[in-house]
């Protein structure tokens, strides 16, 4: 029975399931767009100069991943398989040599000249 005014009790268990798909779906949205950033990071580490191009190449690997992993849980609920876990190499990779040699960027970088007052 319908309270007046109200909604059925029925209906109110209808959206806090479709509520909850919802939810259950922002994760992979996240990885999506960490997908697509590290992909773009991995492109223009690539053409850089800056950056070894074996770098960028790895990182945009590992956005590959995560699209994958994203897309493929997305469109199939028995999706299992975790490309990301072996493409993450790219981002350790990326740590250890921005704290090793990255720190060292700025003594490469093209020296601006001042301008005329």
Known sequence: MTPPGGTSRAVRDAALVAGTGILAMAPLAVFA?????????GFLAFRSGYVPRVLGALLALAGLGYLVD???????????????????VGELVLMIWLLTKGRNIGSRLPIQAEPAP
Do not use: R
């Not at 997908?35 to 990071?41: F, K, T």
């Not at 994203?70 to 993450?88: D, I, P, Q, R």
């Open 33 to 41: 767009n960490f997908g697509v950033h590290l992909l773009l990071l």
């Open 70 to 88: 994203s897309l493929g849980a997305f469109l199939s609920s028995g999706y299992s398989t975790e490309v990301a876990v072996f493409t993450g």
